[in-house]
């Protein structure tokens, strides 16, 4: 053992070298302190991780259910549009009894007076879209009605689908937009086709009255929901009924 310069004793090993007594530091016990300064990092990864699969779940769901949504909004449509379409068909198809009679029968061998009125309210009754069913003759005025005969000779020479008919002369189905009745004042969709006699002269028009109302309790049947909305518009873009 020796002194050092404050007076205090030193020890020594054999050899006579002075011994450190230090008291080296104590190590922590348990986990290392360099993993402990990372939990913090980790634990942030993990809750970044969670949250990345909760949205790429949760976008995967959504457009999943969209393009479900999609599809059933177009199968929906489809069946609309064919069901509309067999209706409008089922119509012409009556128009076309009386655009075939004109150009085939001789007028002295066709249905008149109250034969051809109970013809066009069998007609009319068979389809239950059909309001009214009326021919006019070559002037506009009406011939024939479905409701009655004789019937009063109202002109519609000045309806569009009376000139559509008389003017360029088509042979195809006029589908006209709403009109509001000259009569009733209620509004009506009209369908016609013109009346060609056995010459190829013009002859009158043969017009299909159709309830508006009956495609609104169609759709209104269909359940697409608080938002939904179905329309049936002219091809002009006119709303027919919703």
């Keep these: 053992m020796t002194s050092n310069p404050n007076g205090h004793a030193t020890p020594v090993d054999a050899l006579g070298l002075p011994i450190d007594t230090a008291v080296p530091p104590a190590a922590a016990p348990g986990i290392p302190s360099r993993p402990l300064r990372l939990l913090p990092m980790l634990a942030t990864l993990m809750i ?34 064919e069901q509309t379409g067999r209706t409008l068909q089922a119509v012409d198809a009556t128009l076309t009894i009386f655009t ?24 009319k009754d068979s389809g ?11 002037t506009g005025r009406i011939a024939y009605h479905s409701e009655g005969h004789p019937f009063e000779a109202l002109s519609f020479a000045d309806r569009e ?28 969709l009209m369908m016609s086709r013109r009346l060609t006699d056995p010459s190829g002269r013009f002859a009158g028009v043969i017009v299909a009255v159709l309830e508006p109302h009956r ?17 049936l518009r002219h091809r002009d873009g006119e709303l027919i009924a919703r």
């Design 48 to 81: 970044l991780a969670i949250l990345v699969v909760v949205v790429v779940t949760l976008w995967s769901t959504r457009s999943s259910y969209l393009r479900s949504a999609a599809q059933t909004t177009r199968n929906m449509s489809q069946v609309l549009v």
């Design 100 to 123: 075939e009679m004109w150009h085939l029968v001789p007028a002295q061998f066709r249905p008149a007076g109250e034969a051809m009125h109970r013809l066009l309210r069998e007609k």
């Design 128 to 138: 239950g879209y059909i309001r009214t069913l009326y021919l006019l003759d070559a």
């Design 161 to 188: 689908y009376f000139r559509w008919h008389l003017e360029a002369s088509h042979q195809g189905v006029y589908v006209g937009n709403l009109v509001r009745g000259r009569r009733t004042g209620r509004w009506s």
């Design 215 to 231: 495609f609104q309790e169609l759709y209104a049947s269909i359940d697409i929901g608080a938002n939904g909305l179905i329309n």
